[in-house]
């Protein structure tokens, strides 16, 4: 049984060295846990408070010995400093890259120690959101702001996946739309402006360190024509190129790579050439040495003094006095123009993506080649479009019609498109094909061909057929819908029959008795013929087409029954052939 008792204390008097005995002031309990053991534990002063305590440490233990525990009671206990430790050493034992590991862990630090959270269920989604809020109010960018609470987001949902807790009381929290108080817009370079920087980079003879002027022109090229960044140039040796592959590649290991994965990036040949080049006139490299040694260096500060050079000669060429006095008024190769966008090192990958998109590339192959997961970082933040790519598409568009009568020569054109001369097609005649595309009963015009199909109804009239030339008369499609010739009959010569593809339309007479175009099923095929309103098998009245206009000729084998029609090839036109009267019968096909 659990009881509440006051602990006896022996005190000695430091004066005169008596020992006294007296009673503590806290209120003890004495329980048995749920192992068995017993235990005892410091309560509180008031005898009342020590009891409800007692009492909860009697519930948890009877609700440990049944099994129902609280797994994440002992990590609610535990300091978020503890937590915080733990996430470092989870971040390190996964592999980040160590400024990856400390701006993470900064950030998260940060907030945590201005939101004054101490345990995990301290930590508040209203509290981060000021915490930030005062962040932003004391200077930094709301894309910093954005960093911040990526980190402790990151951290919030490590404590659950981790099994530290139960919630995740951040998950909901969005970051802020950068666009609003964005301080660094990178502007990619034009194709003039690169071209310039390219010719004059080599003549400035100030060197960077452990890199000349040519050099530095070649590492601006690699930049701009494979799209790597910074680290991943400085990890490139003359063995990451494979120059004799079709086509040339480059290859970024896993480990110099931002998404950790083996990268292998083609070349352009010319590009490929003039490299292989400029890594034969360097004898002393080996093939394991660094070409570009921009590790740690201030890569953006050595583009700017490039890009001040290359302006100032290029203002220097200028013919004339006015085209000096333009060239200076311009932003041509300034470090940062009237918008406050800049060029730094980075906007060379920029330059590359916006230049695969200006050149007609799909937006999946820009993305591949950006080695980017989301396809909204490639299209919205690496492609820069002007004003002058947004003419170019729009003078792609068709021209603006005239709105005067058309004659006959520019009608054909409509014509072809399925957007004029519906009334010619169909029904002008009176003689209207056996087949008539799919969508014809309502005068449906389709931007590609579709499978020819049979009409719904038969409309056939035996009265008013003329003998000798065995053709029918044809209703209007107002009575019976579709209209067609008797079966047998060539189509009619003003059907217009589409191809395959995105083509328009063309005349073509007969084509569908063609028989090179004809769909045709394997020979020894049986097909049943049903009339008025029964089941029609399309191949059936091909295939009587197909009588008139191939070598076929039609003759009764023996040892068949009344009613069935057999057609052999011959080299001779046969006659007409004689039609079932029987709409039951079999049409069998040698």
Not at 41 to 46: K, N, Q, R, S
Not at 146 to 151: E, G, P, Q, S, T
Not at 521 to 547: E, H, S, T, Y
């Amino acid at each position: 049984m659990a009881s509440l008792y006051k602990k006896p204390i022996t005190r000695t008097d430091p004066e005169t060295g008596v020992r006294t005995k007296s009673k503590s002031k806290k209120w003890w309990g004495r329980y048995r846990a749920a192992n068995g053991t017993e235990r005892r534990v410091p309560l509180a002063a008031d005898k009342t408070a020590a009891q409800a305590m007692l009492n909860e440490l009697v519930r948890k233990a009877e609700r440990e010995a049944a099994g129902i525990v609280d797994p994440f009671e002992s990590n609610r206990k535990r300091p978020l400093a503890e937590h915080l430790a733990d996430y470092k050493r989870h971040l390190e034992n996964k592999g980040v890259s160590k400024d990856h590991l400390q701006t993470t862990h900064q950030r998260a630090s940060a907030v945590v120690a201005e939101g004054g959270f101490k345990m995990i269920d301290d930590i508040s989604a209203s509290r981060v959101l000021e915490v930030l809020a005062a962040k932003r109010k004391a200077g930094i960018s709301i894309v910093s702001s954005n960093h911040y609470l990526r980190a402790i987001k990151m951290f919030s949902r490590w404590l659950v996946a981790d099994r530290r807790s139960n919630d995740d009381r951040i998950a909901h929290l969005a970051a802020l739309s950068a666009d609003i108080d964005r301080r660094c817009i990178r502007r990619p370079l034009s194709t003039e402006e690169f071209i310039v920087l390219i010719e004059k980079t080599p003549q400035l003879k100030q060197r960077w360190p452990r890199m000349s002027g040519p050099d530095r022109a070649l590492l601006y090229i690699v930049a701009v024509y494979t799209g790597l960044r910074r680290n991943e140039i400085a990890s490139v040796t003359p063995a990451s190129f494979n120059f004799e592959s079709n086509p040339p590649t480059i290859t970024v290991e896993a480990g110099y790579s931002k998404r950790r994965q083996k990268d292998v990036v083609p070349l352009r040949r010319d590009f490929a050439e003039r490299l292989s080049q400029w890594i034969a006139q360097k004898p002393n490299v080996k093939p394991t040495d660094l070409l570009f040694p921009i590790k740690g260096q201030r890569t953006s500060k050595m583009l700017k003094q490039d890009l001040e050079y290359a302006r100032k000669q290029w203002i220097k060429d200028a013919e004339s006095d006015e085209e000096r006095e333009r060239r200076e008024k311009s932003s041509f190769l300034v470090y940062e123009d009237c918008h406050g966008h800049v060029v730094d090192f980075h906007s060379l990958r920029k330059t590359f993506i916006t230049n695969l998109t200006r050149s007609g590339v799909t937006p999946k192959t820009a993305q591949l080649l950006a080695r980017h997961s989301d396809i909204n970082l490639t299209m919205n933040t690496y492609t820069a479009l002007g004003v002058l790519d947004q003419a170019a598409a729009v003078e792609a568009l068709p021209p603006v019609p005239s709105g005067q009568p058309q004659d006959e020569k520019t009608a054909i054109p409509l014509r072809a498109t399925g957007t004029d001369g519906q009334s010619r097609r169909f029904g002008a005649t009176g003689e209207v094909p056996v087949l008539v595309p799919s969508g014809a009963e309502n005068g449906a015009k389709q931007p590609t061909s579709s499978p020819i199909r049979l009409a719904t109804d038969c409309t056939e009239t035996e009265s008013k057929r003329q003998p000798s030339r065995r053709l029918a008369m044809s209703k209007t499609p107002k009575e019976n819908g579709p209209i067609r010739t008797r079966k047998g009959h060539s189509a009619s010569h003003h059907l217009q029959v589409p191809e395959r593809g995105l083509e328009p339309p063309r005349p073509c007479g007969h084509w569908i008795l063609s028989p090179a175009r004809l769909p045709i099923p394997p020979l020894r095929q049986i097909v049943q013929l049903q009339f008025n309103g029964n089941k029609v098998d399309r191949f059936a009245l091909l295939f009587q087409a197909l009588i008139r206009q191939t070598e076929l000729r039609p003759s009764i084998l023996a040892n068949r029954r009344p009613g069935r029609l057999s057609l052999t090839a011959s080299a001779a036109r046969p006659p007409r052939p004689q039609v079932c009267s029987d709409t039951n019968d079999l049409v069998e096909v040698v």
